[in-house]
């Protein structure tokens, strides 16, 4: 038998279960909806912050994020860039993800190597 190397999961390491339950909290939408195809304002951020922290926390390579979310990898990019830019750029975006931050400390995590 050939010897299979394995990543495996740092037990402090997010879940993509925990970022959609902690998104879903913060913008106050279901998980469903996190994981439906809705455009609606407060549930497409909180669907593109859980790509945004995917790729942040875990270091999720598109191609795998696409596989797990259902998702085109173009829209992942998207939604990571945009995510990332209004931190910046939004004072109220900065200031909603701070907060949700603030109640689940976890997301202010080292960032991953993707």
């Keep these: 038998m050939g010897s299979r190397t394995c990543r495996h999961r740092n037990m402090n390491e997010p ?5 959609k339950k902690a998104m879903a909290d913060g913008f106050e939408v279901s ?7 809705i455009k609606r304002h407060p549930i497409a951020l909180a669907r593109q912050c859980v790509y945004y922290y995917t790729r942040k926390l875990l270091g999720m390579k598109y191609d795998d994020m696409e596989e797990k979310f259902d998702r ?8 990571y860039q945009q995510i990332r830019d209004r931190r910046i750029y939004d004072w109220e975006t900065k200031a909603m993800l701070e907060g949700i931050e603030d109640e689940y400390p976890w997301l202010k995590g080292k960032e991953a190597d993707a």
Aim: zero cysteines; proline letters at 5%.
């Design 72 to 79: 085109d990898h173009s829209n992942l990019i998207y939604a």
């Design 31 to 37: 998980i469903q909806e996190i994981d439906s195809r």
């Design 15 to 19: 879940t993509i279960p925990q970022i």
